[in-house]
């Protein structure tokens, strides 16, 4: 464990009982964090309004820090500093900034354990759950660094006339990037996206969400450890209703994780201002389990499809189409897996899945699951909240028998449950899988992996895996990443990831002859001249 994390310790506690708390057996008399250690990450907020909100810990309630509060003021202060250090570095070579971006893979790996504490406080997630966020950062800025130049240099392209005609295309950067990050991956999430519009020359100002703060400013601080100047990345604080707006206003691009309903919000604001925009939204994330699935295979990827992070993942599955010929052995040795998992609100390695992050999402989910029971749904395994385990825990659940007029039919629940479908004709369960309105990941579990792509290739999302969860894609960084239909719009990752942070810009330059008549040639001589040039290029087989 890191040192910054004091000694406060103590079982789950009711979070809604009032009074005077005993420092020895109740873990919210005294603060998760050394204050020595919380200031040193709340300095890099910009605020200055004297006001500060206080987050806890959902593994027991325990307070963790207050958090520095910005106003309007503070979020324009911000992109002043931003604007002038990215007008510095803008002018630094690719080179450079690729070494300093390639610098954080090491600190990133030599400091997870600081990491994984620090997410695990903050959101209470299992421990194998949180190493999958300094994993992916070190991933993300490796490949980066390693392919800026294949992303970023000058590209020769065909002129018009060949070898008098020479064009150039440059990557220009768009200028300061606003990005506005969720809790469900809070160190992940607040860096993937800002990593490759730093290389591409951009600064950044990014809002972290209000629950998972400390991990987002433990990602800045890192940033400046590698190197990138300290004013490139500036992070505001509060609610997004209040700074999301003025971001908007002042951003050369907007890059937001977060529910459909907000994206569409800040892409209407987007528009207005015609800036570029990305947006990863909500899912309703379908596996198919075909005939001829490894059926220990598809069950032991269900078990992390669905409850990985508890289920608060863009990713995760929610919905589960079985083939009729595997159904029966397919349910049988997912739910076993399922109720074999270790359950538990922990900082150690032990825990299979750790707890929701707080009691709206708490709400949400018992809503889905008790709405479903009460109208004929089964529950196969779990089914009830735990706050024996941890004041928001819910258990992974598995439902069949889930009907259009439930709830959790349709609708994202972000949280440990699956609704389990079993099909006949394979078109019909493609056809399924595309019902709704969400197009974000899928996967399919068969032994035939070509047939596999196939299936695919006829799922409306943006990301499909085959034989496994999520991984394939969202771990192989040079693969864009994104939603179709409402689950977004644009990509991170790949070039895809670093292209919308720039400018295209072409520069021709013109040797010899120019574009008109010449030598005493008459408007229509000129034109005769073209067309048969355009006839003779065509017969060469120029583009």
């Given at each position: 464990m890191s040192e910054a994390i004091s000694g406060a310790s103590g079982g789950p506690v009711d979070p809604t009982v009032g009074g005077p708390h005993d420092p020895e057996h109740d873990p919210r008399a005294s603060y998760a964090l050394e204050p020595e250690y919380v200031a040193r990450l709340t300095e890099r907020v910009v605020a200055t309004?004297?006001?500060?909100?206080?987050?806890?810990?959902?593994?027991?309630?325990?307070?963790?820090?207050?958090?520095?509060?910005?106003?309007?003021?503070?979020?324009?202060?911000?992109?002043?500093?931003?604007?002038?250090?990215?007008?510095?570095?803008?002018?630094?070579?690719?080179?450079?900034?690729?070494?300093?971006?390639?610098?954080?893979?090491?600190?990133?790996l030599d400091r997870q354990a600081e990491i994984m504490d620090l997410i695990q406080l903050e959101s209470g997630k299992a421990r194998k759950h949180a190493f999958d966020e300094p994993l992916h950062i070190a991933l993300t800025a490796r490949y980066y660094a390693r392919t800026a130049h294949r992303h970023l240099d000058s590209e020769r392209r065909p002129g018009v006339v060949p070898a008098l005609t020479?064009?150039?295309?440059?990557?220009?950067?768009?200028?300061?990037?606003?990005?506005?990050?969720?809790?469900?991956?809070?160190?992940?999430?607040?860096?993937?996206?800002?990593?490759?519009?730093?290389?591409?020359?951009?600064?950044?100002?990014?809002?972290?969400?209000?629950?998972?703060?400390?991990?987002?400013?433990?990602?800045?601080?890192?940033?400046?450890?590698?190197?990138?100047?300290?004013?490139?990345?500036?992070?505001?604080?509060?609610?997004?209703?209040?700074?999301?707006?003025?971001?908007?206003?002042?951003?050369?691009?907007?890059?937001?994780?977060?529910?459909?309903?907000?994206?569409?919000?800040?892409?209407?604001?987007?528009?207005?201002?015609?800036?570029?925009?990305?947006?990863?939204?909500?899912?309703?994330?379908?596996?198919?389990?075909?005939?001829?699935?490894?059926?220990?295979?598809?069950?032991?990827?269900?078990?992390?499809?669905?409850?990985?992070?508890?289920?608060?993942?863009?990713?995760?599955?929610?919905?589960?189409?079985?083939?009729?010929?595997?159904?029966?052995?397919?349910?049988?040795?997912?739910?076993?897996?399922?109720?074999?998992?270790?359950?538990?609100?922990?900082?150690?390695?032990?825990?299979?899945?750790?707890?929701?992050?707080?009691?709206?999402?708490?709400?949400?989910?018992?809503?889905?699951?008790?709405?479903?029971?009460?109208?004929?749904?089964?529950?196969?395994?779990?089914?009830?909240?735990?706050?024996?385990?941890?004041?928001?825990?819910?258990?992974?659940?598995?439902?069949?028998?889930?009907?259009?007029?439930?709830?959790?039919?349709?609708?994202?629940?972000?949280?440990?449950?699956?609704?389990?479908?079993?099909?006949h004709d394979e078109a019909d369960a493609i056809a399924r899988a595309n019902d709704g309105e969400y197009g974000l990941n899928g996967s399919v579990y068969t032994r035939d992996t070509a047939r596999g792509r196939a299936v695919a290739r006829q799922i409306k999302c943006g990301t499909v895996n085959v034989n496994e969860a999520f991984g394939a894609t969202f771990a192989s960084i040079d693969a864009p990443m994104g939603g179709m239909r409402e689950s977004g719009m644009g990509r991170r990752q790949g070039s895809e990831g670093i292209h919308r942070y720039t400018e295209t810009q072409s520069v021709g330059t013109q040797r010899l002859i120019r574009f008109g008549p010449m030598l005493g040639m008459s408007d229509e001589g000129y034109a005769k001249f073209m067309t048969a040039s355009l006839r003779l290029m065509d017969k060469l087989g120029r583009a």
């Open positions: 309004t004297g006001r500060t909100t206080q987050v806890h810990s959902p593994i027991n309630g325990a307070p963790v820090a207050n958090i520095p509060q910005s106003s309007t003021d503070d979020v324009a202060e911000a992109f002043r500093r931003a604007r002038v250090a990215q007008a510095a570095w803008a002018r630094v070579s690719v080179d450079e900034r690729a070494r300093i971006l390639h610098r954080l893979h090491d600190i990133v020479k064009v150039e295309v440059n990557r220009v950067p768009k200028g300061v990037v606003g990005i506005i990050s969720p809790w469900n991956y809070p160190f992940t999430m607040a860096l993937c996206d800002g990593l490759p519009a730093l290389l591409a020359g951009n600064a950044v100002v990014t809002k972290p969400d209000a629950q998972t703060m400390l991990s987002a400013l433990l990602g800045a601080r890192l940033l400046e450890d590698a190197g990138f100047p300290r004013d490139l990345w500036q992070v505001v604080a509060g609610p997004g209703r209040e700074l999301g707006p003025p971001i908007i206003e002042r951003s050369d691009y907007i890059c937001f994780t977060g529910s459909t309903a907000t994206g569409k919000v800040i892409a209407k604001q987007a528009a207005e201002r015609l800036i570029g925009c990305s947006l990863e939204l909500g899912g309703k994330n379908p596996i198919l389990v075909l005939r001829d699935a490894d059926i220990e295979r598809a069950a032991e990827g269900a078990v992390r499809a669905c409850f990985s992070n508890a289920g608060q993942l863009c990713v995760s599955t929610e919905r589960m189409f079985v083939a009729d010929a595997v159904y029966d052995r397919f349910v049988e040795r997912f739910v076993a897996r399922t109720k074999a998992m270790s359950l538990g609100a922990t900082m150690d390695w032990d825990a299979d899945m750790g707890t929701l992050i707080s009691a709206d999402q708490l709400e949400t989910v018992t809503a889905h699951v008790d709405d479903a029971a009460a109208k004929g749904a089964r529950v196969l395994a779990g089914g009830r909240a735990r706050p024996d385990l941890a004041p928001y825990y819910y258990e992974p659940t598995i439902l069949e028998g889930v009907t259009p007029e439930m709830t959790c039919f349709g609708n994202e629940t972000f949280g440990p449950v699956v609704s389990i479908y079993r099909f």
